[in-house]
């Protein structure tokens, strides 16, 4: 069932295929009222694209018969193209240092909290078993930051049940 080929009618985790989709009709409204920026028809788009490679390369090798190339020399060597130069003055390295060193430092943990508490983009999740019950935040936040980081989540288990208070 989860792969689609078998659905429930009625179900809303394992339902057809074509109940995801939109409707033909709606489907039809919206390519007409927002069409392509690029024509549909491969043959069409790819000769465009092609004249267009032609006209540009035509352009650069004019420039690179006349020298005209910015930071770019060719010889019977090859072709060498010369480095950036740093574009910030050697004065404003120590002030962006010691504006570095100012800012906070905060954990890759907090700022996922900060941004969910902007978006609250968990209440999107819910239980693999069931749609109702809502996963813990902070666990939820861990795992997303543990897949993220493409680490094994056993290290980072958490114990999260009560403990009974020792007597």
Known sequence: ?????IWVKGSRRYKNFDDYLIPEKDFDKLTSALPLPVSAD??????????LLQSRLEEVNAMAALGELPDVEISDR???????????PAQVSPLAELVYSML???KITEILDEVN?????????SHIK????RPDTRLLLTTILADGINIQTDPLQIDHQPRAAAA
């Open 104 to 106: 906070p430092r905060p």
């Open 1 to 5: 069932m989860r792969s689609g080929d």
């Open 117 to 125: 508490s902007w978006t609250t983009f968990t209440r999107h999740f």
């Open 42 to 51: 491969f043959h069409e788009y790819i000769t465009s694209r092609m004249t």
């Open 78 to 88: 090859g072709v060498k193209v010369s480095p950036l130069d740093n574009s910030v």
């Open 130 to 133: 069931n749609d109702i019950t």
